[in-house]
């Protein structure tokens, strides 16, 4: 990006103040701007990843040092312009689904349109606005698409504080929105970060079905149901199978039980409008589509990333720990004829089989009474 941008019409505050209104006006929730000063959360990412937390996911340490310094990963970046998107969606059902083992629960923020098109399209007109006002300056838009740190930075520009369970919070909007960023030369004041406020409260670390969350802020990815259901490529462990319950893509648990989120508001997004009626879909009227109908249906959905033979692991998952069904089994069995699937999704179909024609008693699912009691 060349040389820091110099403004000679407006001051850095006059034009902070600026990108706040214009930001308000493109629907995001709340701006803020940070430095680009990551040593500490750099030093904390490497410890986590050394105890092995970060699973497979050896990207998480592709990029070398990008991921940490702003300035490195786009050239001339001073600032960063941090913005908030909420995108729980009115009138959708979350603890009435997860109750019901017959439907398939899927996470909130996957029910609509791809997070990441919706936030980068506003990210680049609120990028068009500024240039408009000030002429070329340089940028880069990201949205959990690049070696970003997402999270520290929102902690920095004082977007919320980092909770327990390693989601952003906040006081007046508890944790249910979008992250994005602008990479920025212009120099900007920045924000202050705002006091944590999670003080004794555990509740996100009991509730977890899988206890992902093995000590406050510390996620451990190989038992997180979101990593298992949807960044995890291959076999899901036998022993955290049962755990999973529902839960098709992702898990909501340490957000729905999270007190915060008492104040969290809700996304009048079109964009977020759950499609498909997959809100609350039955897991008999899922596990029947083909591929080209899983294709079709998930069609600019963040479900895509998971993939087909992904989709019909997890769904086999949720099959296994519902109530017996001949239907289901049925559907199963067409699944294992379908052509060139690879063994650890056949072991994944047979195991579900079992589960659905043996005689023994399912264990049940840790914790998620305590869900259901908060937010029922």
Request: charged fraction near 25%; glycine fraction near 6%.
């Amino acid at each position: 990006m060349g040389n820091r941008k110099v403004l000679p019409l407006l001051e850095p505050i006059e034009l902070k103040a600026k990108i706040q209104a214009w930001g308000r006006e493109l629907g995001f929730e709340k701006l803020g701007v940070s430095d680009i000063d990551l040593k500490l959360d750099e030093a904390r990412f490497g410890a986590w990843l050394s105890k092995g937390f970060g699973a497979d996911m050896a990207y998480l340490d592709k990029h070398g040092t990008k991921r940490f310094r702003p300035d490195e990963l786009v050239s001339g970046s001073c600032s960063v312009i941090c913005a908030r998107l909420n995108y729980l969606p009115t009138d959708v059902q979350t603890v009435r689904v997860l109750r019901n083992p017959n439907k398939a629960y899927i996470s909130r923020y996957a029910l609509g349109r791809d997070y990441h098109k919706v936030m980068r399209k506003k990210l680049q007109k609120l990028a068009d606005r500024i240039a408009q006002c000030i002429g070329p300056f340089g940028y880069r838009v990201f949205s959990d698409s690049a070696p970003v740190l997402e999270k520290a930075l929102a902690r920095k520009a004082g977007l919320g504080w980092v909770g327990k369970h390693s989601l952003i919070l906040d006081r007046a909007a508890g944790s249910w929105f979008f992250l994005g960023e602008i990479y920025t030369d212009l120099l900007l004041p920045v924000d202050e970060p705002v006091e944590p406020a999670c003080g004794n409260c555990q509740a996100c670390m009991k509730v977890c079905p899988t206890q992902a969350i093995v000590a406050p802020y510390e996620l451990d990815a190989r038992r997180c149901i979101s990593y298992l259901t949807i960044e995890n490529k291959g076999s899901i462990p036998q022993a955290l199978r049962p755990l999973i319950g529902n839960r098709v893509f992702g898990c909501d648990d340490c957000q729905l039980m999270c007190p915060w989120n008492k104040y969290a508001q809700r996304s009048e997004l079109s964009d977020f409008t759950p499609r498909h009626e997959l809100d609350e879909c039955d897991l008999l009227a899922l596990l029947a589509w083909r591929e080209t109908e899983y294709l079709e249906y998930t069609r600019g959905s963040a479900l895509r990333r998971v993939g087909y033979w992904g989709w019909v692991r997890n769904l086999s998952v949720a099959v296994g720990n519902a109530p017996k069904s001949v239907a289901l089994v049925d559907k199963l069995r067409e699944k294992l004829a379908e052509e060139s699937l690879p063994e650890w999704l056949r072991e994944h179909l047979d195991w579900a089989i079992k589960q659905q024609t043996c005689h023994h008693k399912k264990p049940k699912e840790v914790s998620q009474n305590k869900v259901y009691k908060l937010r029922s």
